[in-house]
């Protein structure tokens, strides 16, 4: 599979080769006397579960910006290791992706989460690097949650009633969405006038799985009790910040101009043809201070070419099915056994 990014990507292949010992060791061991490659999957994959089990960063300790930590609620989680550049690059990049879809203009955010997730200034965690990543779009903003995770109607109430029908940007993790927001509203029985806002929302399907709960429910949820109907859902993991999948006006989820996607078969981990389903491998080409650029997920999805897309987005489109359950995809682990 050819990409446009592919010779950022071997580039950044050879430079974390260099930089990052664990990373070289890794490559060396699994991939001995490979070639150059000529596609995406020729490209060494590093899977995303080695980021808990290994250190792995490709600057000085003492140029190390922030680290942030994946959402987990049990077990080891990721450990991302930032330099100021990579930082940037994160900003820039997710603000020209959300520049594309919503435009340019700032607007007042409602963050459903609370505000103690976005207080630890060093260690930044999935919700915190989101939150605090989107706000860079936001004029001001109010936390709808209060420290115990209840909604605060009164609180959201003034904040909308000072803002004299601007655009407002509602923002948070698909599970909080749904279950302190919609579901605090949907209890009380309040509405929300929230007609001119537009919600993204992103990561926590698996804790809706249990309800099944599908994206066009969740759009008519929230239309239902916000009136809110520009509903945007987002793909992306801690381990490749910035470079998110937005889903377009269709429903579908691409890729952006710094990023790609293929599937890989669960067993081999031969690259698929687009429709067949996989392991989801993302690229990322501004991951600069730790080896993050080829990562393979526990996600199981397929991919599908932009031309099959009506909205016209030339970024490979990416369906994500399921997390796979208790994976054990091969990992830096094995370059030590």
């Not at 969740?218 to 801690?238: L, P, Q, S």
Request: aromatic share 10%; glycine share 8%.
């Amino acid at each position: 599979m050819t990409s446009p990014i592919l010779d950022d990507l071997i580039a950044l292949t050879d430079f974390h080769r260099a930089a990052c010992k664990p990373y070289a060791d890794y490559c060396d061991t699994l991939y001995p006397g490979a070639r150059q490659p000529r596609g995406l999957a020729d490209l060494p994959f590093l899977p995303v579960r080695a980021f808990k089990d290994f250190d792995l960063r490709s600057v000085a300790e003492t140029d190390v910006f922030k680290v942030m930590t994946s959402s987990g609620t049990s077990g080891a989680r990721s450990r991302i290791y930032l330099d100021r550049e990579t930082a940037q690059l994160q900003t820039r990049t997710l603000t020209a992706i959300f520049g594309e879809t919503f435009g340019k203009a700032r607007s007042p955010m409602l963050v459903i989460d609370s505000e103690s997730t976005v207080k630890d200034r060093l260690r930044f965690s999935a919700r915190t690097a989101a939150v605090n990543g989107f706000s860079i779009m936001a004029r001001e903003r109010c936390f709808a949650l209060d420290d115990d995770m209840k909604l605060n109607i009164p609180r959201v109430t003034e904040f909308l009633q000072q803002l004299e029908g601007k655009r407002v940007f509602i923002f948070g993790f698909t599970f909080l969405v749904w279950q302190a927001f919609c579901g605090a509203l949907r209890a009380q029985n309040q509405k929300l006038p929230l007609e001119n806002a537009f919600l993204l929302h992103g990561g926590g399907w698996k804790k809706l799985e249990a309800e099944k709960v599908s994206n066009p429910q969740f759009k008519a949820e929230i239309a239902a009790w916000t009136g809110c109907v520009d509903v945007r859902n987002y793909y992306g993991m801690v381990e490749q910040t910035g470079t998110i999948f937005m889903e377009c006006p269709e429903g579908r989820l691409h890729s952006s101009a710094w990023s790609d996607v293929l599937a890989r078969d669960i067993h081999t981990h031969e690259a698929l043809p687009h429709g067949k389903v996989g392991l989801i491998e993302v690229f990322s080409t501004i991951q600069k201070s730790y080896p993050g650029h080829a990562l393979l997920t526990e996600d199981m999805g397929l991919t599908r070419a932009a031309s099959g897309c009506p909205c016209g987005h030339p970024g490979t489109i990416v369906e994500v099915h399921a997390r796979l359950p208790a994976a054990e995809v091969r990992g830096c682990s094995d370059a030590y056994n």
